[in-house]
């Protein structure tokens, strides 16, 4: 389901369009030959002036003229190309902060139409490691942000707040499956990141081609009661199902993905992030007056691409 932007933005294209159109075809030239016969009973040019009082451009019609290129850019640009995201809470810490305006590229796994986001041109799949937007399965009027770490066919394992892939194998080619392999982890440092007071853990994870960094909470247990439980498979354990896809947070202690809710299907993909193009503070103390929206500052530092 597209947003209700999306909706708005290709109705007003579509109306302008039309209208323009309609007047290319239909109004303008009795306009033309209005302006034709008047020069015809008129000796030297008619000014401008008298020349839109002879024929008249609606307002309707110059108003459509002047905004149908702009909104069919706009269109065009967050529809196919690339759509700006902000980043409303700290899941995929330390990789994106809340404040952190990203791009996502719209095409990276195909071209979809805006309103009913059907896929028309195959582009490109996702890959393990990627971090994608999608639309939130259960609700699929909000989007998520998470990190692709299960592809379709995977067998995926989360055992002692550490990832086991076993990834998909087709018996039927004759080719070697590979075999099941830990995620593993290399520990970074323990004092850049906080989880209120307690200092968070943070690892360097090597996903695929993608190596990236992740934080884990070391005094928060790990809340297996609450997992997805898919049937025929055992607590903490997934099998990942045809044209479905398993994401996971980078801040894997405070992090609502998968593992808590499931699979996310192949038509909720949105894009893949791939830059930071503003990045803003808000370290306010809870006393002050000034709106929390108001930015205290802006880090120019996190500008750039996305791993």
Known sequence: MANYFSIILTVLTAATGLIWLADALLWAPKRKEKI???????????????????????????NAQQIFPVIAFVLILRSFLYEPFQIP?????????????????KFAYGLRDPVARKKFVDLG????????VFKYPPNPSQDFIKRLIG?????????NKQFTIKPACDVTKQEACEPERVIDLEFLNRDEFFFGELPLDRFQEQLGDVTHDILRNPYRPENSG???????????EWLVPEGQYFMIGDNRDNSGDSRFW???????????????????????????????WIPTGVRFGRVGGIQ
């Open 226 to 236: 609450q997992y997805y439980q898919q049937p025929g498979t055992r607590i903490g």
């Open 151 to 159: 592809l379709p066919g995977d067998r995926v394992i989360y055992r």
């Open 125 to 132: 799949e996702p890959e393990r490691g990627d971090i994608v």
């Open 262 to 292: 499931g699979f996310v299907p192949e038509d909720n993909l949105v894009g893949k992030a791939v830059a930071i193009w503003i990045s803003f503070e808000f370290d306010r103390a809870p006393s002050s007056w000034v709106p929390g």
């Open 36 to 62: 034709a016969i008047a020069q015809a009973n008129t000796q030297g040019d008619i000014d401008p002036e008298t020349l839109s009082k002879i024929a008249p451009l609606p307002v309707l019609v110059d």
């Open 89 to 105: 809470s700290g899941s995929m810490k330390p990789t994106l902060l809340v404040g952190d305006f990203i791009l996502v590229e």
